[in-house]
Nanobody, 124 residues
Framework: QVHVVESGGGSVQAGGSLRLSCVVSGYPYSLRCMGWFRQAPGKEREGVATIYSGSGRTYYADSVKGRFTISQDNAKNALFLQMNSLKPEDTAMYYC?????????????????WGQGTQVTVSS
């Protein structure tokens, strides 16, 4: 059984930084795509960033390019999201997700395994 657990959310003022972490256990394949998604109240879930486990190739939503960095530690089955220059519009529940390859697009419908989420709140 696959387990996905996020941590690292919190409250920060605009312009601040946060680092999210995620650990995946029970996933049977070494090659995978992992990603971060977010959902604000009343809005649809949207892709933030994804990364291939093998090549390390990354994909970002336009709204976070240059501010957020996704990274991974394959040995620890861990995923990270460094968020800098945070804005109030970044406020949302952030979710970690994993899917089999091929494909690593920012499409939440493609991902079968999800964590429970961690809240990020950015105040102005």
């Amino acid at each position: 059984q696959v387990h996905v657990v996020e941590s690292g959310g919190g409250s920060v003022q605009a312009g601040g930084s946060l680092r999210l972490s995620c650990v995946v256990s029970g996933y049977p394949y070494s090659l995978r795509c992992m990603g971060w998604f977010r959902q604000a109240p009343g809005k649809e879930r949207e892709g933030v960033a994804t990364i291939y486990s093998g090549s390390g190739r990354t994909y970002y939503a336009d709204s976070v390019k240059g501010r957020f960095t996704i990274s991974q530690d394959n040995a620890k089955n861990a995923l990270f999201l460094q968020m800098n220059s945070l804005k109030p519009e970044d406020t949302a529940m952030y979710y970690c997700a994993v899917k089999p390859v091929p494909g690593c697009a920012l499409n939440h419908a493609d991902f079968p395994y999800w964590g429970q989420g961690t809240q990020v709140t950015v105040s102005s």
